[in-house]
């Protein structure tokens, strides 16, 4: 039944793109009648012919006549066919979306569509980390990092909760690579909108589930009430390295200057202060 | 769940029952994917228990002396798949509200911002 409904409004496409483009109808009057006696016909093989005459959002268009018999499985596929009209070339829009389909349907995406949808999340697995020295000291630098639609403030040694990222296990480095901003006590550097050299490495602490938040929904006098829980999935990521920018180079000093700290403190601190504006 | 590099999920025990109708999810998972659970999570200690008479459960013991307990009766063995790498993958801690999503010891680099700083 889908077939069928999806034929008939391809059907629709095709005389529409006949009015269109009637240089092309020679070749394509033939198929039309065709298109109608062979519901065996896959909507893949259709786009792939649509794909020459260059419709990008028209072929999305046919979703118009939905019923309520739609399944999951077709309504998924328009999803990805959305989220691969974002950032891939509009040539490919469609064929890409037949392949995820298909990949998809065998539960498994291959390695490099995985790693193009970590990339709209703004990150890149490394392999995990055995023995690295990964977690340092506090450094004063600090980055300004967009993680899918939201943005962190980041330094080093920070934890962060953002939305679950989904193709990345627990103990793995990350790089997050869409950074926005970079600072120092001295220095800052703003993107336009992103730093293409900079870089943040993190390491993923957990993948956790949020505390219940009940979602309660009250009609007064109308004998209306609904009560829903809900877990928002997080994870948990630690800042270990903040890359692209100088770090000053302030060694802090061992036991015997402990006293003579204090007061330089002081007055290192009136400097900073005072330098902060000039710099900033 | 690893913080700083340490697994927080010591021990992992699965206890179900041979004879209930609600352990069949759980014996499945048992027989077929436990194994490969195991090899995933070699730092991981994994028990399994028989307890006649009561609903089968998963009880993870972590590092800070938390143990949580979730109750798979009547689940599919994908769900009890889940359920377990649900309790890998968290760390110990209670499941609180959030006050910031941005937790942080050094807030300021540069100085905190005030109204009478001069730039």
């Known amino acids: ?280 | 769940m690893a913080l700083r590099g340490v697994w927080q999920l010591q021990k992992l025990i699965v206890s179900c029952c041979d004879w209930g109708g609600s352990s069949r999810g759980i014996g499945e998972f048992l027989e077929s994917q436990l194994l490969a659970f195991k090899e995933k999570n070699p730092q991981l200690e994994v028990i399994a228990e028989l307890n006649r008479g009561h609903h089968p459960f998963l009880k993870g013991l972590y590092r800070n002396k938390n143990e949580r307990v979730v109750c798979v009766k009547n689940m599919t063995p994908e769900d009890v798949h889940q359920c377990a790498t649900r309790l890998r993958n968290a760390l110990g801690r209670k499941a609180v509200k959030l006050k910031t999503r941005h937790v942080t010891k050094h807030p300021s680099v540069q100085g905190t911002w005030t109204t009478d700083l001069q730039m």
């Open chain 1, 1 to 280: 039944m889908a077939n069928r409904r999806c034929i008939q409004n391809l059907n629709r496409h095709f005389q529409f793109l006949r009015t269109r483009t009637p240089h092309l109808n020679p070749q394509f009057l033939a198929p039309t009648s065709k298109f109608t006696l062979h519901p065996a016909f896959t909507p893949k093989s259709l786009h792939r012919l649509f794909n020459s005459n260059d419709i990008n959002a028209q072929s999305v268009v046919f979703r118009h006549f939905c019923s309520k018999n739609r399944n999951d499985d077709t309504d998924e596929e328009e999803e990805d066919e959305d989220d691969d009209d974002d950032y891939e070339s509009e040539g490919q829009d469609i064929e890409s979306a037949d392949d995820e389909r298909e990949n998809e349907t065998a539960a498994l995406s291959p390695e490099d569509k995985e790693k193009e949808a970590a990339e709209i999340g703004y990150k890149v697995i490394s392999p995990l980390q055995k023995s690295d020295r990964v977690f340092k000291p506090y450094e004063p630098v600090f980055a300004v990092v967009q993680i899918g639609s939201h943005q962190f403030k980041v330094s080093n040694g920070d934890c962060i909760y953002a939305e679950k990222l989904k193709y990345c296990n627990v103990n793995d480095k990350l790089i997050l690579n869409k950074v926005l901003m970079l600072g120092s006590k001295t220095q800052t550097i703003i993107g336009r909108p992103i730093l293409p050299d900079a870089a943040v490495h993190a390491v993923v602490e957990e993948h956790a589930l949020d505390a219940k938040v009940i979602i309660f929904k009250k009609k007064r006098r109308k004998n209306y009430r609904r009560t829903k829980g809900h877990r928002q999935e997080l994870t948990k990521l630690r800042i270990t390295d903040i890359s692209g920018i100088e770090k000053p180079e302030n060694m802090p000093s061992l036991k015997t200057e402990k006293k003579e700290k204090i007061p330089s403190l002081k007055t290192e601190k009136k400097e900073k202060q005072e330098k902060m504006p000039v710099a900033a």
